[in-house]
């Protein structure tokens, strides 16, 4: 495996975008031509697409591409990883720089118009917000008005500024947003619930704490081009078998995730569509 390492502004070095080919009609071809098959994942989002010690992309999402490239090319090692975040992704897709997206890509109305959805593997809680102990924030309407950072291209950003009427500070990966909260350019962060929750159990981060709780629960597909049915109907079919599997649900035990009932009606429903 050939991993591309991401700069710690979050932007993909220049050398991993040289020499991208444009989108293809036909995918599947190309990815059995190419021999390998090359997946958009997140460099900076425990548990589901992060850099360990050594600097191995490892996580939910990057241990199921290897699922997917070992029944959809032979070998789990036939994946090259392109860490991408939320601002870019669907770009990066369209552009032919990926093949697919397994980068915590909620499903939306919005980006279905866009590109096309694979079957969901997942189910995370929406956003929270992270604030210091001592905080006036008690909820999301308490943050109305207020800066609160955030992460560009995050599928909740229009609701929370639409309807909650948060003054978002925008920044393109998690590192940059953490740090305008430690340095008191926002009072908050809004974030995927599943992340935030982490962070004060890190030192440097125990006097903060979740002071709004996520108002909805969101089905986590991948992504694949549009008009691209022979690839979207192979990985909708792997996608389906790992559920049926149980491999999400071993995932979700190897990094430690709290149980998930989502993932047993999936197995199920998995189970059910593939004849078992």
Not at 1 to 17: D, H
Not at 33 to 43: C, M, N, Q, S
Not at 68 to 79: M, N, P, R, W
Not at 129 to 149: D, H, N, V
Request: net charge negative.
């Amino acid at each position: 495996m050939k991993l591309l390492r991401v700069l710690q502004s979050g932007v993909v070095a220049a050398a991993v975008l040289a020499g991208y080919a444009p989108a293809s009609a036909d995918t599947l071809a190309d990815v059995k031509e190419r021999g390998k098959l090359i997946v958009g994942v997140k460099a900076d989002y425990v548990p589901f697409g992060y850099l360990d010690e050594a600097g191995k992309l490892i996580g939910v999402e990057p241990d199921l591409a290897h699922y997917i490239a070992g029944k959809l090319l032979g070998s789990e090692d036939a994946v090259e990883f392109v860490p991408v975040v939320s601002s870019n992704r669907m770009e990066f897709l369209q552009q032919g720089r990926i093949d697919l997206i397994l980068a915590t890509l909620g499903y939306t109305a919005e980006r279905a118009k866009v590109i096309d959805y694979t079957v969901p593997f997942y189910s995370v809680p929406g956003a929270s917000i992270l604030a210091p102990e001592g905080t006036t924030l008690t909820g999301w309407e308490s943050a109305r008005g207020k800066p609160i950072c955030g992460i560009q291209g995050a599928y909740y950003n229009k609701r929370i500024t639409e309807e909650y009427g948060i003054q978002l500070v925008n920044f393109t990966a998690l590192p940059e947003a953490y740090a305008a909260l430690s340095d008191n350019r926002c009072l908050g962060i809004a974030f995927d619930d599943m992340t935030l929750r982490k962070k004060p159990a890190e030192e440097a981060w125990k006097t903060y704490k979740i002071v709004a709780e996520p108002y909805e629960s969101i089905p986590q597909p991948g992504g694949v081009r549009k008009d691209d049915p022979a690839f979207l109907e192979a990985i909708d079919k792997i996608m389906l078998q790992a559920e049926a599997e149980g491999v999400i649900i071993k995932l979700q035990e190897k990094y430690e995730i709290a149980p998930n009932p989502y993932l047993v009606e999936r197995q199920a429903a998995a189970k059910k569509a593939l004849g078992q």
